[in-house]
Structures are given as structure tokens and as C-alpha cells.
Nanobody, 124 residues
Framework: QVQLVESGGGLVQAGGSLRLSCAAP????????MGWFRQAPGKEREFVAA????????YYADSVKGRFTLSRDNAKNTVDLQMNSLKPEDTAVYYC?????????????????WGQGTQVTVSS
């Protein structure tokens, strides 16, 4: 079972930035589509962003487009989510996930492996 480990969450004021990182110690995911999802209290888990195995294609939720940037470094086995211009509504637990290439990039149930999540809190 691949374990994904997220880091970089924290508390930031509105308008600030955070950079989340996802790593998979002990196993490469260079052929996997990688995604980020988030879940706020009382809400369903929602898609944030995803990146193809090569990094050539990225996908973003409308709510974060233009503010968040997803990148990956297959040599380092990491995926980073740069979050700028953060808003209070971005507050949630953020999860990294991995899936095989193909359809369902924005659908949580399409992903096979998940991290434990990292809390992001944006104060107004």
C-alpha cells in the first residue's frame, strides 16, 4: 500500500500563501496522476487540482484557478501545490492522492491512494 505524506499546512491570513508538498517515501509514483482534494467541516471532499504523470497537463477547480499552481518533480518523487491569494473559504484539510492515468481526474473515488491530510486555515 502506497502511503502519501502531505506537509506544509498551517495558519495564514487572507491574501497570504502556503506551499503544500506530497511525498511517497519508499515508492515512486512517476507514472501516476496526482491530485489534491480538500474537505471542510460538514462538507464533502472536493477536487482542487491534478497533474498528469509527466506534468504536461494540469487541472484546476474553478474556485482555485489562477491562484493555485500544481507541479511535480518525478526525480524527487514530490508533488507541490503552491497556494496564493488565499481566502477564508480555502480553509480545509487538504489531501494528496494518486491514481492510474485515465478518466476520473476530478473524482475522489477514482483515486487509489491517499495521504492523511494537512490542515490549512485561512483567517480573515
Amino acid at each position: 500500500q502506497v502511503q502519501l505524506v502531505e506537509s506544509g499546512g498551517g495558519l495564514v491570513q487572507a491574501g497570504g500563501s502556503l506551499r503544500l508538498s506530497c511525498a511517497a517515501p519508499g515508492r515512486t509514483f512517476s507514472t501516476s496522476t496526482m491530485g489534491w482534494f480538500r474537505q471542510a467541516p460538514g462538507k464533502e471532499r472536493e477536487f482542487v487540482a491534478a497533474i498528469s504523470w509527466s506534468g504536461g497537463r494540469t487541472y484546476y477547480a474553478d474556485s482555485v484557478k489562477g491562484r493555485f499552481t500544481l507541479s511535480r518533480d518525478n526525480a524527487k518523487n514530490t508533488v507541490d501545490l503552491q497556494m496564493n491569494s488565499l481566502k477564508p473559504e480555502d480553509t480545509a484539510v487538504y489531501y494528496c492522492a494518486a491514481k492510474s492515468p485515465g478518466a476520473g481526474v476530478t473524482t475522489p473515488r477514482s483515486y487509489d491512494y491517499w495521504g492523511q491530510g494537512t490542515q490549512v486555515t485561512v483567517s480573515s
